[in-house]
């Protein structure tokens, strides 16, 4: 045997390749929806006899539970009984308070993204984690039948731990308490906060977390990065901060990192308690109904009531690129600005290009960054396209100050983008996000003047400070620029 092995060795390894590498090619063409992803796959697998193959087996293949998830979702549009569709935003309406535009960026949502625009909603911004730990703490102490958490991190530390027994006491009050968080960023905190939570008599889960346990690790790659709290299907907490000390004044001590959580009433929370419950339904295999987890009826609201707002859900599933189909809409109809903070800004060329329409338009576009990111490659990823955007009338500015974490987008004043989403491929392709889509001139302006304070102690930056920085590092940036879509 071992001279059969020591004399044909590169034919049986050509064998190998060959019959690996076909059914990785088939599966690329056949499953692929994007020509470079699907090219860039197939050279990977020629050019990389067997390990190609394993490469793209690993890290290409979404394998999350696709079937069983959309038709779990449909069932859920059809059936769901908690939304309250009269309190549904008309396109009649909207055109006539907004303008056609906007209407037309109803109709967009209408089709792209699973949930409707509501009225009758009140938004308030929460600035920091002091502010919005608290407030969350409060609502769960009131809470009189039901919390439902869900979160991509939930350090055990001492905001994770005051947080965990708020829920503790909330369970003892006899309050269904349900908490899902993700199975990678559970890990960011050891020991974690799960066997707190499991020995308070909480019914805890990990999103995904079985995959993780048993190695099985492209499953790893789509993580749910989802902030959600609802208490009582009446208040809801969303936007883009984790739980943990870093965001607190308390515990950072001026050092904390900066963030913008959002409390939400009104009938879009029995949408944002849907993505939270669909979630811990493919999780566990719960439904969460009956009388804790009902969601009391809204009476109708005078024509105009204040705020159309849209809870947008996007996943590697049946909502796949929902939230970057609504940023395309949104750049496209904006006429007077584009305002933006995200803190990892990797647009894919699509979004690069929708905003260079806008910019070549004179629409007056900006773009925050943080000066100092708290992930190194993804900051030099990201310095390696600024070029990109720069040259077609976008400015750029890099705020100083602690690390800010916010996902703030606003078009012409009037519509707004807040939640969980980065603007990179992983929130825009690979992550269960959750975003709300406001129209409302009052709330946008807010958001407007969170940037305007941001950019007040930005630097800009400029084609030519990035041309002036040596070669190496220039083609350093560039290459990790290539890895983005996995940063």
């Excluded at 056949?30 to 860039?40: D, L, P, T």
């Excluded at 984790?242 to 515990?251: D, Q, Y």
């Excluded at 295999?285 to 947008?312: C, N």
């Amino acid at each position: 045997m071992w001279s059969i092995l020591s004399d044909y060795w590169p034919h049986i390894l050509a064998v190998i390749s060959v019959l690996m590498a076909v059914p990785a090619i088939v599966h690329v063409v056949m499953n692929k929806e994007e020509v470079r992803s699907a090219i860039g796959w197939v050279g990977v697998i020629l050019l990389s006899p067997v390990i190609g193959a394993l490469i793209y087996a690993i890290g290409g293949i979404n394998r999350i539970r696709r079937a069983s998830i959309i038709s779990e979702r449909r069932r859920a549009i059809e059936h769901d009984p908690r939304h309250q569709a009269h309190l549904d935003a008309s396109r009649a309406l909207v055109a006539d308070l907004f303008g056609e535009r906007f209407a037309a960026m109803k109709t967009l949502g209408d089709r792209v993204a699973k949930h409707a625009m509501t009225v009758g909603n009140a938004i308030r911004l929460l600035d920091g984690g002091d502010e919005t730990y608290a407030q969350m703490i409060a609502e769960i102490d009131a809470a009189q039948r039901s919390i439902i958490l869900e979160t991509y991190i939930f350090d055990r530390d001492a905001i994770g731990l005051r947080l965990a027994e708020a829920l503790a006491r909330a369970h003892r009050r006899g309050v269904a308490v349900r908490v899902l968080i993700d199975a990678v960023g559970v890990r960011y905190s050891v020991p974690s906060i799960v066997g707190t939570l499991e020995s308070a008599g909480i019914a805890v889960d990990l999103f995904n977390g079985s995959l993780i346990m048993g190695l099985r690790l492209p499953y790893a790659n789509l993580r749910t990065h989802r902030k959600i709290i609802v208490v009582d299907g009446a208040v809801a907490f969303v936007g883009g901060m984790n739980i943990r000390k870093g965001f607190t004044s308390e515990f950072a001590r001026g050092g904390q990192a900066r963030d913008t959580h959002f409390r939400v009433t009104g009938p879009v929370v029995a949408d944002i308690f849907s993505t939270a419950a669909e979630d811990w339904r493919f999780t566990t295999d719960e439904d969460l109904d009956g009388e804790a987890w009902r969601i009391e009826p809204l009476p109708a609201v005078q024509f105009g009531a204040p705020v159309f707002i849209r809870a947008v859900a996007s996943g590697p599933d049946a909502a796949l690129e929902t939230n970057h189909r609504m940023l395309m809409g949104a750049f496209s109809v904006a006429r007077r600005s584009i305002r933006i903070i995200s803190p990892y800004f990797l647009p894919d060329r699509e979004l690069v290009s929708a905003l260079a329409t806008a910019g070549r338009r004179g629409v007056e576009i900006d773009i925050v960054v943080p000066a100092q990111n708290n992930l190194v490659l993804v900051e030099r990823a990201m310095i390696a396209q600024f070029e990109q955007v720069l040259k077609n009338y976008c400015r750029v500015w890099r705020a100083d100050g602690p690390f800010d974490h916010s996902k703030l987008l606003a078009v012409d004043g009037v519509w707004a983008f807040v939640g969980s989403s980065n603007l990179d491929p992983r929130s825009l392709r690979l992550n269960f996000e959750i975003d709300v889509e406001v129209l409302d001139a009052d709330f946008a302006g807010m958001i407007e003047s969170r940037i305007d304070t941001a950019i007040a102690s930005a630097q800009p930056v400029t084609v030519e400070g990035l041309r002036a920085r040596p070669f190496p590092l220039r083609l350093f940036d560039r290459i990790l620029w290539l890895g983005s879509p996995y940063l």
